[in-house]
């Protein structure tokens, strides 16, 4: 939970969704880590990470949470959902079928979450631009659509990988203070 006056400390769950090899795991690990991963294997081990960030003057605990690549049978718990205050629904620009499962992945939320949860839509894999198959203008009109927030990334190249999970942080901090 979060704790306001005096010791200023938040905590908040954020979870990452979306199709199996859109690079969920990757985008963690760059976030949290800098690191990137170029060989596919399952999360192993944690199921979250915990990452501060300063929020303007205030340290703010994100706790991120992961899939164990339960995603490719459909069957993500109600467990890696609860509590969660913010979402990254992650596609891969380069696989149309990621995206077309955003819905889907939407769907869940709504029927997992509370309705005020933080959403970003992110294109993942923007470094690929060369093979890209979902472009900038129908992942900006689904987001604006569907009311989420809307960027594309790469946890190869790090690009906006920071800022993706800044803007989730911040606009939850700032719903609650
Ligand atoms: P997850 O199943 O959604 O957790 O996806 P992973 O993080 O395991 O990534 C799936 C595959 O995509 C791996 O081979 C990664 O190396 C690759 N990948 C992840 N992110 C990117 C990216 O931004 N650009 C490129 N080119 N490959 C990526
Ligand atoms: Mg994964």
Redo the contacts with the bound molecule.
Sequence with gaps: GHEGAGGEEYLFKIV?I????????????RFARNE????????IGVEFQTQVVDIDGKEVKAQIW??A?Q??FRAVTSAYYRGAVGALI?Y?ITRKTSFDSIKRWLDELTTHCDTAMIKMLVG?????ENIRDVSVEEGQSLAEEEGLFFIE?????A?NVQTAFEIVIREIHNNIS
Excluded: W
């Design positions: 990452l979306g199709d199996s090899a859109v690079g969920k795991s990757n985008l963690l690990s990137f991963d170029s060989n596919s294997k399952a999360t992961d899939t690549g995603e490719r992650v891969d993942n894999k923007c470094d690929l990334t790469s946890a190869l190249d690009t």
